[in-house]
C-alpha cells in the first residue's frame, strides 16, 4: 500500500472535501481524486461517499482511518530512529497531560530534558483521559500522562508512575479553613469542581450520597485545574484536587486541606503507551526523565 496514498486519503478524511485536501497537500483536485480511485481499487471497497456538499467517508473508510494514523505514526518514528542511528540529536516527543499534572510535573521534565537534548522536540496537549487515550490509540500522540487508573485494555500499555491525594481545599481566609469538617457543613457551600464524568467528581459525588445528601451543586465547572486553582486564591470556594498541584500553595499557607469526614483518598498517576508501537530514542529518554522526576517528588 502506497504511504502516499494513505497522506492523501487522511487529508480527504480530516478536510471532507477533494478540494481543500487538494489545496492543503499542494496537489490537483484531478490528482488526487485518481489517487482515492487507486486506493480504492486496490482495497477493492468504497473509502467516501460523494454528495453536493463534500465526501462523506464509508464504514470502510472510518475502519482505514484508523490504521492508516498507525502507519504514518510508525513512519515518524521510524524515520526518528534512522536520523538516531545518524548521531543526529534529534527527536519528536507527542505528549498528553492531564490538566492536574501538566501544570506541576511538565515543567519540571521539559527543562531536565533540554538541559540534556536541546535537539529533541515537544509537543503537549492537556486534555482528559477519555479525549487523550483514545489520540494514544490512534498514534496521534506518543503517550498520555494523567490522574485517572491504569487503562486495561489490549494494545495498550499502562503504568502507575507514582500516587497523589485528592483532598477538600479552600484558602487561608475561608470560614472553614482550619476546622474539621462533615459532608453536611459541606452541603450549602460554593464549590468550583471538575465535570462530570471526571472520576474525581463522581468519587466525590459519591460520598455525598452514601451520606444520604445531594451531591454538591458548583457554582463554577471547569476541567482547567490551573484556572480553579487561581480562583481559589481569590474567592471564598471549597474545591476537590489533587495534592501535588497544590504542593506549592499549601506549603506557603495560601490554600488549606479541609480535614475529616474521610473524603480523601489516593488516586494513581499513569502513564499509557501503544504496546506494539516503535518508542523512539527521544520517547524513551522523556519516559525515563518522567519516572525520576515523579519518584523524586514523592521522595520529598
Not at 48 to 59: K, Q
Not at 197 to 204: A, D, I, M, S, T
Request: net charge negative; aromatic share 6%.
Amino acid at each position: 500500500m502506497d504511504s502516499r496514498r494513505l497522506r492523501h486519503f487522511l487529508a480527504v478524511y480530516d478536510s471532507g472535501s477533494l478540494g481543500q485536501a487538494a489545496e492543503e497537500i499542494h496537489l490537483t483536485q484531478p490528482a488526487l481524486s485518481k489517487s482515492i480511485h487507486q486506493l480504492e481499487d486496490e482495497l477493492d471497497v468504497q473509502l467516501f461517499e460523494r454528495t453536493p456538499m463534500g465526501v462523506i467517508p464509508t464504514v470502510f473508510g472510518e475502519a482505514l482511518s484508523l490504521h492508516a494514523r498507525l502507519i504514518q505514526s510508525e513512519l515518524r518514528n521510524a524515520k526518528a530512529e534512522l536520523q538516531r542511528l545518524q548521531g543526529t540529536n534529534q527527536g519528536f516527543v507527542r505528549v498528553g497531560m492531564g490538566p492536574s499534572s501538566a501544570p506541576y510535573m511538565m515543567p519540571e521534565v521539559t527543562r531536565a530534558l533540554h538541559a540534556t537534548h536541546d535537539g529533541i522536540r515537544l509537543s503537549v496537549i492537556e486534555g482528559l483521559g477519555g479525549q487523550l487515550i483514545p489520540s494514544v490509540r490512534r498514534g496521534e500522540l506518543d503517550m498520555a500522562v494523567g490522574t485517572w487508573p491504569a487503562v486495561n485494555e489490549k494494545g495498550l500499555i499502562s503504568e502507575t508512575l507514582t500516587t497523589d491525594s485528592m483532598c477538600l481545599v479552600v484558602r487561608s481566609q475561608h470560614p472553614l479553613a482550619g476546622t474539621v469538617v462533615n459532608v453536611g457543613m459541606l452541603q450549602d457551600c460554593a464549590w468550583m469542581l471538575p465535570p462530570h464524568p471526571q472520576f474525581w467528581r463522581e468519587r466525590l459525588d459519591q460520598h455525598f450520597f452514601d451520606a444520604g445528601l445531594a451531591a454538591p451543586d458548583p457554582l463554577v465547572v471547569s476541567n482547567s485545574s490551573t484556572y480553579i486553582k487561581q480562583m481559589l486564591l481569590s474567592e471564598d470556594l471549597v474545591s476537590y484536587l489533587p495534592r501535588q498541584l497544590l504542593k506549592e500553595e499549601i506549603r506557603g499557607g495560601q490554600i488549606v486541606v479541609l480535614e475529616g469526614d474521610g473524603i480523601k483518598h489516593d488516586i494513581e498517576v499513569t502513564l499509557t503507551y501503544r504496546e506494539r508501537a516503535v518508542i523512539t530514542p527521544a520517547c524513551r529518554e522523556f519516559i525515563n526523565l518522567l519516572r525520576e522526576t515523579v519518584n523524586r517528588d514523592h521522595a520529598q
